[in-house]
């Protein structure tokens, strides 16, 4: 089995920072895509952030400028580091990953519980 686990969501006042964090762990062959999302009250769930095994990145127009995405292959971990943080980013953030575990041929999708990120003053 693969799990992720975030941690680092928060309420904080508008302009503050927080950093997230999702450690994959369980029977790993392979990560490929690690990302984020998020999912405010009443609208569906969108992309944040994405970034490969290589390292490139891919962001939501909302948030470029004020948040960055990084991974550490060594630990199976991504991060996401919001800065300058605004009420609209109030939200459940979700943690994504394309994994193939050592028990299948081919990758899937796997999905955190997710972590409270509230941007109030």
């Known amino acids: 089995q693969v799990q992720l686990v975030e941690s680092g969501g928060a309420l904080v006042q508008p302009g503050g920072s927080l950093r997230l964090s999702c450690a994959a762990s369980?029977?790993?062959?392979?990560?490929?895509?690690m990302g984020w999302y998020r999912q405010a009250p009443g609208k569906q769930r969108e992309l944040v952030a994405v970034?490969?095994?290589?390292?490139?990145?891919n962001y939501a127009d909302s948030v470029k400028g004020r948040f960055t995405i990084s991974r550490d292959n060594a630990k199976n971990t991504v991060y996401l580091q919001m800065n300058s943080l605004k009420p609209e980013d109030t939200a459940v953030y979700y943690c994504?990953?394309?994994?193939?575990?050592?028990?299948?041929?081919?990758?899937?999708?796997?999905w955190g519980q997710g972590t409270q990120v509230t941007v109030s003053s």
């Open positions: 994504n990953a394309l994994i193939r575990s050592t028990a299948d041929i081919t990758a899937r999708d796997y």
């Open positions: 369980g029977r790993i062959s392979s990560i490929y895509v």
């Open positions: 970034v490969t095994s290589g390292g490139s990145t």
